[in-house]
């Protein structure tokens, strides 16, 4: 069993930055696929961000492309979604997930997610 827990939300102007963190505990495997989403009000939950715990490979969508990065602790065991240049529309509730398959091909999907984060609330406003 993997637990995730995040944190690192809040508000932020336009343009500025935010960290957030998911630290998981639980045996894991470096082929795992850790992503990130988010869900705005009213809207479908949408793919963000996606690395293997080795960090090998990293994909984003193109909507963050150049401003979110991911990181990785292993020593603590978090990964981390850098965001930068913030807009108003990634004002969104953010939710990292972990895939125990090492699906990389199947990323974007977030059905092949079986653990979740509880969310953090991103807000970008002035």
């Known amino acids: 069993q993997v637990e995730l827990v995040e944190s690192g939300g809040g508000l932020v102007q336009p343009g500025g930055s935010l960290r957030l963190s998911c630290g998981f505990s639980?045996?894991?495997?470096?082929?795992?696929?850790m992503g990130w989403f988010r869900q705005a009000p009213g809207k479908e939950r949408e793919f963000v961000a996606a690395s293997n715990l080795s960090g090998t490979n990293t994909y984003y969508a193109d909507s963050v492309k150049g401003r979110f990065t991911i990181s990785r602790d292993n020593a603590e065991n978090t990964v981390y979604l850098g965001m930068n240049s913030l807009r108003p529309e990634d004002t969104a509730v953010y939710y990292c997930?972990?895939?125990?398959?090492?699906?990389?091909?199947?990323?974007?999907?977030?059905?092949?997610?079986?653990?979740w984060g509880q969310g953090t609330q991103v807000t970008v406003s002035s």
């Open positions: 997930a972990l895939d125990a398959r090492g699906r990389w091909g199947e990323r974007r999907d977030a059905r092949i997610y079986w653990y």
């Open positions: 639980g045996r894991t495997n470096s082929n795992y696929v």
